[in-house]
């Protein structure tokens, strides 16, 4: 129950204002609402919203990074696409997944890699991405 309690208020402090916007609904079929949203950024707030703190997170973070690149990925110059694996191998620094860290360290870099992919979506929409966007590794607590 302690833990439940820890996650939750984890989770809640990791929710930008933004997400604050949107619920989880009652209910969800997390994978299935996520592939019904519209975009990406639909889809990155939903699994904020409904994130359950632990390594079940990382499919759902798959489906809205799939979601995500399919509105940026392509348009990545070379020098670009380098920079966002560089960012990426980022999170893997920042939050490792090893045997001691368990569960909430696929959380934590799931989601890592899901702000970075969102991130990269905003500064695609609407065309080519003129300039690489601003980014850093989001400090989410545990």
């Given at each position: 129950?302690?833990?439940?309690?820890i996650?939750l208020?984890?989770?809640?402090?990791?929710?930008p204002?933004?997400?604050?916007?949107?619920q989880?609904?009652?209910?969800s079929?997390?994978?299935q609402d996520i592939?019904?949203t519209p975009?990406?950024?639909?889809?990155?707030?939903?699994?904020?919203a409904c994130?359950?703190g632990?390594s079940?997170?990382?499919f759902m973070?798959?489906?809205?990074?799939?979601?995500?690149?399919?509105?940026f990925f392509?348009r990545?110059?070379?020098r670009?696409?380098r920079?966002?694996?560089?960012r990426?191998e980022?999170?893997?620094?920042?939050?490792?997944v090893?045997?001691?860290?368990?569960?909430?360290?696929?959380?934590?870099?799931?989601m890592c890699a899901?702000?970075?992919?969102?991130?990269y979506?905003?500064?695609?929409?609407?065309g080519?991405i003129?300039?690489?966007?601003?980014?850093?590794?989001?400090?989410?607590?545990?």
């Open positions: 129950m302690r833990t439940s309690c996650v208020i984890g989770l809640l402090s990791i929710a204002a933004a997400a604050e916007d949107v989880c609904p009652e209910g079929q997390l994978p592939d019904n975009d990406c950024l639909a889809a990155h707030k939903l699994h904020q994130a359950w632990s079940g997170d990382e973070s798959e489906a809205v990074i799939d979601k995500c690149k399919a509105g392509d990545l110059s070379h670009q696409m920079l966002y694996e560089r990426l980022a999170c893997g620094e920042r939050y490792p090893t045997e001691e860290g368990g569960s909430i360290q696929i959380y934590l870099s799931s899901e702000d970075l992919a969102a991130t979506f905003k500064a695609a929409k609407g080519r003129a300039a690489t966007p601003r980014w850093s590794v989001p400090n989410i607590p545990e």
